[in-house]
């Protein structure tokens, strides 16, 4: 087993202002994808400025931290919010939906696209390689917060996380998700993304691969309390979710290379 790393979620405290470790996951995760965006502006569209990129990523910023925050409260603990509104607000106690922030990104990128004469699929396929670096950091978030962990087990590398009641050794299901969702999919999405590919098939391998991560780590996470598995003593909110990911995403793989050339490479 090894021993949980005590990390106080709170990674800087001046006065009554205290900055969470969570929040700053956050930033990292939008300022390295609106450094990576700017590599590869150029290849994107080479009318495109910095100013207009920095658009691009504010607004859908705001759809993942917006989507993010009522995803959970939709999909995961509805009663809760309701008893008590404010509890929406305390976002640096952790509470976010991936689906809801990509349903939040989604509807970013139709307005922005609208606006700056670009198709939804144009700005998604964009986008979709730097997602994973938010999600990874959003992981480690996780970790730092000993939030979302995993089931009991007795594998060497099991962790007592110490918001556990039971004090468990567990699965760090976390890091999964962050080796997983984070590095795995970042090097399969930019590798894919570095030859001329049709638009919608790099949307098409992100909402593929990360339905399958996720649905697998699910295996050995512990579902929400409040909603606890929904069928077969094994299937969660999470998995359901995921379903029509990689539905999607396959659809759109076999539509893209169906109906459309290959479009240029967008890589540095």
Not at 261 to 268: G, M
């Amino acid at each position: 087993m090894l021993p949980y790393p005590q990390i106080d979620p709170v990674a800087l405290a001046i006065g009554p202002l205290k900055i969470h470790w969570y929040g700053l996951m956050y930033l990292i995760g939008i300022g390295g994808a609106w450094w990576l965006a700017s590599r590869r502006l150029n290849r994107f569209d080479p009318t495109w400025t910095k100013e207009k990129l920095s658009d691009m990523v504010f607004w859908m910023s705001m759809g993942v931290i917006v989507g993010g925050r009522l995803g959970y409260v939709l999909f995961y603990d509805l009663s809760a919010y309701i008893a008590n509104p404010l509890l929406i607000f305390e976002v640096w106690k952790g509470g976010m939906s991936f689906h809801g922030g990509f349903i939040g990104v989604m509807l970013a990128a139709l307005w922005f696209g609208k606006k700056n004469d670009k198709s939804f699929f144009q700005l998604m396929d964009f986008v979709a390689p730097m997602v994973p670096i938010g999600l990874g950091a959003g992981r480690i978030g996780n970790f730092i917060n000993a939030e979302l962990w995993g089931k009991a087990t007795d594998v060497p590398w099991a962790m007592v996380f110490p918001t556990d009641p039971a004090q468990l050794a567990r699965h760090p299901s976390q890091l999964y998700q962050f080796a997983l969702e984070g590095v795995a999919l970042f090097a399969i999405l930019w590798l894919f993304s570095r030859k001329p590919r049709p638009t919608m098939a790099v949307s098409g391998m992100f909402a593929l691969f990360y339905g399958i991560f996720r649905f697998i780590v699910e295996f050995v996470r512990v579902p929400d309390a409040q909603l606890g598995y929904l069928a077969w003593n094994w299937l969660t909110m999470g998995q359901v979710l995921c379903v029509p990911m990689i539905v999607g995403g396959l659809f759109l793989i076999w539509l893209a290379y169906r109906r459309a050339p290959a479009a240029p490479a967008a890589a540095v």
